[in-house]
């Protein structure tokens, strides 16, 4: 049995941010239970190259644009690499095989006459890379980027008629009702189809940086017809057909809730065309929203996973991002409730328990416990929790997997109180009795630590070692390993604690999230004046460490030298800012960021990309003089 899962592929004119890494995740638990189920699973990721906005980035940054795609795969990978993402494939868009593949399958449409030279004018985000209709713009502006005002295009374009597969998606839709998932992902696609098609453009004239369509190479192919190719792409399709009829239809396209009509409507129709099967599921994933806001390079709202990762680790953030968020449904991150989630569910609970499990073991029995009773009612909960974790889990309800694995853990921690081996200890009568308590207990926890290895694989594996299981992880299989063992002596082993418990906060920054223009508060010049907005001078400037966004600055006021705390390391070098005059917000309550107390707030712009450019002036002003 094989399953073929794949994410979508990135734009690599900035970093991933953390819903982007929510993305990967997810899907990464996915084909980790997979593969623990014993099905043969090829899991793909990849990063969308031929963007416009890649382009201008790295006209920008004085690059080549396949010299600054390049950089960026080392980015990516290094940010998955941190967040163990067990991708088996990853395919670049500027890949030969890729190119191959959607030549040929533009090629095959347009032979079918399904691709057709017109002229297209319309509103086009750069953005997203999309052509927008006006009914969906909102005040004039698009609707996933409220920064940026579209712009009107009026060019010779090749298109795909789209609207000849409109009966046959519905049919699709009616006859395969989970074909996309969630329910409220399907009812969307099905009315859009319901009020019909538009053809839509496949081509961009004049342009260079694309892949040249076969049959007008002076047009390149727009670079969402040439991204959804990749999927097809990376399993053999126009390169290596005998793979590409073993892997193909994908089982599943796993991509945010705002590409899905790319995925489900689109892709469909293009394969259609092609004489392809349909991949078998879509799941359009909600978006994480940091502090209420969503998170967006655009919008300057974005976090880095990375930065989140370095925390803890990989795994808490994993749990996290999995347990608090039900999957299909918007989530929410805040450093307060991540730290919170963290101290519950791993150091007060899950870790407490594997070093109560352990301690006892020690003192008690030598850190060796023989086979002892069936387990009784604990048995019976391990029993339901498999249950459960397979249904939620083979039904893409990651959050109720990760709920039924802590269902295991709470029971395992009840279990101790009731039993209270510590009692049991004092008599000689209950030896017996102690045996089979301390043996339940561990056995509970390595089925825990089971149901828990596809969304938490490290401190997973370090769990099973602790309670004594010696199979190599590759080997782990949930219909053996996850069943209940009455059997083999266990041989415990001790260790610091996994989660230490966070006590005093040392938060992240967290820059607050701008609104829309819509939204825009309105305050008075009494309030206004409240801000004290000083200029300042960095006399010193220095990285933090751990932090990939974090400088630490010395600055002199005119009134006094302070040390302020500014997210600004991904756009300036320490050397660049010392004696550079900067404009700061100077009665601003103090703040501890990763440590460091910060006295007050630097000014910043912000680019479309996110990147912070510092406010100036353009001659000499002295520190201390006040920004009005």
Not at 7 to 33: C, F, M, Q, W
Not at 97 to 102: C, F, G
Not at 252 to 265: A, N, P, S
Not at 541 to 556: G, H, T
């Amino acid at each position: 049995m094989r399953f073929y899962l794949t994410t979508a592929i990135d734009y690599v004119n900035s970093r991933p941010h953390l819903g982007t890494a929510y993305e990967k995740i997810t899907a990464d638990v996915i084909a980790r239970y997979k593969r623990l189920s014993g099905i043969d699973t090829h899991f793909l990721m990849g990063n969308d190259e031929h963007s416009q906005n890649v382009y201008r980035r790295a006209l920008e940054q004085g690059l080549d644009p396949a010299a600054y795609c390049d950089q960026m795969e080392q980015q990516f990978r290094a940010v998955w690499a941190q967040l163990d993402i067990s991708f088996d494939d990853f395919i670049r868009t500027t890949e030969p095989r890729h190119r191959t593949a959607v030549q040929k399958l533009a090629q095959v449409c347009f032979d079918k006459g399904d691709i057709y030279e017109g002229l297209y004018e319309g509103w086009y985000c750069v953005s997203c890379e999309a052509f927008k209709q006006e009914k969906d713009l909102v005040d004039g502006k698009c609707p996933l980027h409220p920064t940026l005002v579209p712009e009107w295009i009026r060019e010779k374009n090749y298109f795909f008629r789209l609207s000849r597969y409109r009966d046959a998606l519905l049919e699709h839709f009616r006859a395969n009702p989970t074909f996309l998932q969630p329910d409220v992902r399907r009812n969307e696609m099905q009315r859009l189809l319901e009020g019909g098609l538009e053809d839509i453009s496949v081509s961009r004239a004049g342009q260079l940086w694309g892949i040249p369509l076969p049959f007008a190479p002076d047009n390149v192919v727009y670079v969402w017809f040439d991204a959804l190719i990749n999927y097809a792409a990376a399993v053999g399709y126009g390169t290596d057909e005998r793979r590409f009829a073993e892997w193909w239809p994908a089982n599943l396209h796993v991509v945010g809730k705002d590409i899905t009509r790319f995925h489900t409507i689109v892709w469909p129709a293009m394969l259609m065309s092609a004489g392809l099967p349909l991949p078998k599921q879509v799941f359009g994933h909600g978006w994480v929203h940091f502090g209420g806001q969503r998170m967006s390079k655009s919008l300057g709202t974005s976090l880095d996973p990375s930065d989140v990762a370095e925390r803890f680790g990989p795994d808490p953030l994993r749990l996290y991002l999995v347990k608090e968020i039900s999957y299909g449904s918007d989530g929410d991150f805040t450093w307060d409730r991540y730290e919170e989630r963290y101290n519950v569910d791993l150091a007060n609970n899950l870790g407490n328990l594997v070093s109560r499990v352990a301690a006892m073991a020690e003192k008690y029995r030598g850190l060796q416990l023989q086979p002892a009773g069936t387990g009784g009612r604990l048995a019976e909960l391990a029993t339901t929790a498999l249950a459960r974790y397979q249904a939620s889990m083979d039904g893409l309800a990651l959050h109720g997997g990760a709920a039924a694995a802590f269902q295991l853990v709470d029971a395992t921690n009840e279990y101790i109180a009731e039993t209270a081996p510590w009692t049991l200890a004092r008599r000689a009568a209950d030896a017996s009795r102690l045996d089979e308590v301390l043996f339940t207990a561990a056995e509970a926890v390595r089925i825990a630590a089971v149901l828990l290895r596809p969304i938490m694989p490290a401190s997973a594996a370090e769990v099973l070692r602790r309670v004594g299981d010696r199979t190599p992880l590759d080997a782990l299989r949930l219909d053996r390993d996850g069943r209940w063992r009455a059997d083999g002596t266990k041989q415990i082993v001790k260790g610091p604690p996994l989660w230490p418990r966070v006590e005093e906060k040392e938060m992240t920054v967290e820059q607050p999230a701008p609104t829309t223009p819509a939204e825009e508060p309105r305050i008075t010049i009494d309030e206004f004046m409240k801000v004290d907005l000083r200029v300042a001078k960095v006399l010193e400037a220095e990285a933090i460490p751990k932090s990939k966004k974090l400088l630490k600055l010395k600055v002199d006021t005119g009134r006094d030298q302070r040390t302020i705390v500014a997210g600004i390391a991904e756009a300036y070098q320490p050397e660049q800012l010392v004696g550079r005059t900067i404009v700061i917000v100077a009665n601003l309550q103090p703040a501890k960021l990763m440590g460091v107390e910060s006295n007050g707030m630097v000014l910043a712009g912000s680019t479309d990309a996110g990147q912070p450019i510092l406010v100036g002036f353009d001659q000499e002003i002295p520190p201390g003089a006040r920004v009005r």
